[in-house]
């Protein structure tokens, strides 16, 4: 949202830092994502064409041996009728419009991206970015002022 978190250690990750300061992020999620071992995030769709999401491998389980015999990835990301892998250091943007799901089939290794939504400025007009980047704004101040420090696993 644009924001740093008190006490962060930044100074860990200051290339990732850099980045993300450097892109318009929307008021949702830019972090870490991590999948447990034989789990799935359900086919879903934010049904609006307001940000684009990047991910980047930062820790992708190695291939596992499928019922034929044969090594493939372990974990996977859909995105309509597609499906691609995660490579270490590599990023896949995608459109969360339409419907994903992910699966890491791997069964002792967690999937860990770098996930960071911005908005899709292929589809947005700089003044529909500066309107939600106010109403993003407001929103946080006011559940600052109600004493709402967190929303799910948001800090404000």
Known sequence: NGHRI???PYHLCPVT???MESVPLAGRIAG??????ESGIPLHSDGNNMWLTCQMGMNVPPPITNEAGDKVPSAHIRVGPDTRHWEEGKCLLYDTTYEHETFNAHPAEERVVLHVDFFNT?????????VLQYMYDMREQFMKAEGVA???AQVL
């Open 6 to 8: 008190k006490d962060f």
């Open 17 to 19: 830092t850099r980045i």
């Open 32 to 37: 870490f994502n991590r999948q447990q071992p």
């Open 122 to 130: 292929l589809k947005m007009t700089k003044l529909e970015i500066k």
């Open 150 to 152: 967190k929303v799910g």
